[in-house]
């Protein structure tokens, strides 16, 4: 089946201590990207790569990384979370740039206090 | 990323009225993608319209791209309860690799 994975779903951390969430898909997608979600800010891009290896700021990249070393994989990492990054994160991929279809992964609810 | 403006924020029907979301953009757009998000769920793809005004139906969704390519509307007919959720536009601008989301549609259907 065709799909995207993230993990965890849900996270409850502290300030400070770093965390991955991981992604994955199946598809063969060359472009993969993170969103986060806030209530009335719709889906805001923070990351996007467009193959492994390649990877770009989107609107909001302050306080993520991210690295693509495989073409399935595509984490996010907060070296020190704080708790304005409490959200709900989603992973997405495409077969080529974001012009196409994205595939959403089921999203990672991520608190941090 | 462009801005891409969507409204309205909310809207209220009663089952069977009809509704309308519009997405518009102050620049012109290279694509526009629809997306439904059901509550608790994740965004999924609707449909994607890149012609200058091209109409496209899925049953009691139709999908309208602007002659300009500046605006785009979703509308459905006859709203059921099923049709509950958020809808998203969102487009990537000419040559670029990012995607831009609206701050979405949130339905209620009153049964």
């Known amino acids: 089946e065709a799909q995207v994975t993230q993990n965890p779903r849900y996270l409850i951390t502290v300030t400070g201590k770093k965390l991955t969430v991981t992604c994955s898909q199946n598809?063969?997608?060359?472009?993969m990207s993170w969103y986060r979600q806030d209530p009335g800010l719709g889906l805001r891009q923070i990351y996007y790569?467009?193959?492994?290896?390649?990877?770009d700021k989107g609107d909001v990249p302050e306080g993520y990384k991210v690295s693509r070393k495989e073409k399935r994989n595509f984490p996010l990492i907060l070296e020190s979370p704080s708790p304005n990054q409490t959200s709900l994160y989603f992973c997405?991929?495409?077969?080529?740039?974001?012009?196409?279809?994205?595939?959403f992964g089921p999203g990672t609810r991520l608190t941090v206090t | 990323g462009q801005q891409v403006m969507q409204i309205p924020q909310y809207q209220h029907v009663q089952e069977g009225e009809d509704f309308t979301t519009y997405c518009n953009s102050s620049?012109?757009?290279?694509?526009i993608q629809w997306y439904k998000q059901r509550p608790g769920g994740h965004p999924v793809f609707l449909i994607q319209?890149?012609?200058?005004?091209e109409v496209k139906k899925q049953k009691r969704l139709t999908f309208q791209f602007g002659e300009a390519k500046k605006n785009s509307s979703l509308h459905i007919t006859a709203t059921q309860t099923t049709d509950v959720g958020t809808y998203f536009c969102?487009?990537?601008?000419?040559?670029?690799?990012?995607?831009?989301f609206g701050k979405g549609t949130k339905l209620s259907v009153i049964p």
């Open positions: 598809m063969n997608h060359e472009y």
């Open positions: 997405a991929s495409s077969l080529e740039t974001g012009a196409y279809e994205q595939y």
């Open positions: 969102a487009s990537s601008g000419a040559g670029s690799y990012q995607l831009t």
């Open positions: 319209l890149v012609k200058s005004g």
């Open positions: 790569s467009m193959n492994v290896e390649v990877t």
């Open positions: 620049t012109t757009l290279s694509n």
